[in-house]
């Protein structure tokens, strides 16, 4: 007997066994919490930017670049194939993906830089690095982030990599990979609040609003990865 896996990029019929009414409200709850997710990361990036003043030190650099890399350009690169409330939601799937390996390789390139600030900032401070937990999950971030581009590789070269697995399999784990990064971003993205910075920048009501929010897009990502990737087992002897 040999067992199979299938993947299937369907949306699972959530809504099924609904009354119509039902229906249309769960669709348009649906469709209301990704365009909230698509204004928290845009809204993030641009209030974190603004706190930063841009340009006043090497470190300012640091959490404007990575807030466009993660809050931004991660949020929309995965969001741009949600079904409801994607600004993309009418340009062909082809376009979809080329706008993906856009928006993953901003990512890479933005991160690297951000990166490359705050080395820069703490060797000219001679301060030390990699004493937070906020900085020990940022480089497993930033490596998660490559191995994820890695996958999508894969996935786009399957043939010239010379790769057994299926075409399926790879986008599972691309997904997969996808989901951790974003949920690796987002947990390094609240444990900057707590920094000394952070919390001299913004306190009281606000700064447990600012904690809060990058929860809710990672909520609307993992949602629409788990709905669009079902696991699905197919047994043939």
Not at 35 to 45: E, W
Not at 221 to 232: K, P
Request: aromatic share 12%.
């Amino acid at each position: 007997m040999r067992t199979d896996v299938e993947y299937s990029p369907v949306p699972s019929p959530v809504g099924e066994g609904l009354g119509m009414r039902d229906f249309w409200l769960y669709a348009w709850l649906r469709r209301a919490a990704v365009v909230a997710a698509h204004v928290t990361g845009l809204g993030l990036t641009l209030i974190i930017s603004l706190l930063s003043r841009p340009g006043t030190s090497l470190f300012s650099w640091h959490p404007v670049l990575m807030s466009v890399a993660y809050c931004l350009c991660l949020t929309e690169g995965i969001l741009l194939f949600s079904a409801e409330g994607s600004p993309f939601c009418f340009i062909s799937r082809k376009c979809k993906l080329r706008l993906h390996w856009f928006c993953q390789a901003l990512v890479l390139i933005i991160a690297a830089s951000g990166l490359g600030f705050m080395v820069a900032s703490k060797n000219l401070s001679e301060h030390p690095h990699l004493v937070s937990w906020h900085s020990l999950l940022g480089v497993c971030t930033l490596a998660a982030t490559a191995l994820q581009a890695a996958v999508g590789m894969c996935v786009i070269f399957p043939k010239l990599l010379h790769l057994s697995s299926s075409l399926p399999k790879l986008k599972l784990y691309h997904a997969t990979c996808g989901l951790v990064v974003y949920l690796l971003a987002t947990f390094t993205v609240v444990l900057a609040m707590f920094s000394d910075w952070f919390q001299a920048t913004v306190k009281g009501v606000t700064w447990w609003a600012f904690f809060l929010l990058p929860f809710f897009p990672a909520l609307v990502v993992m949602n629409q990865i788990t709905s669009a990737y079902l696991l699905r087992k197919k047994i043939t002897s």
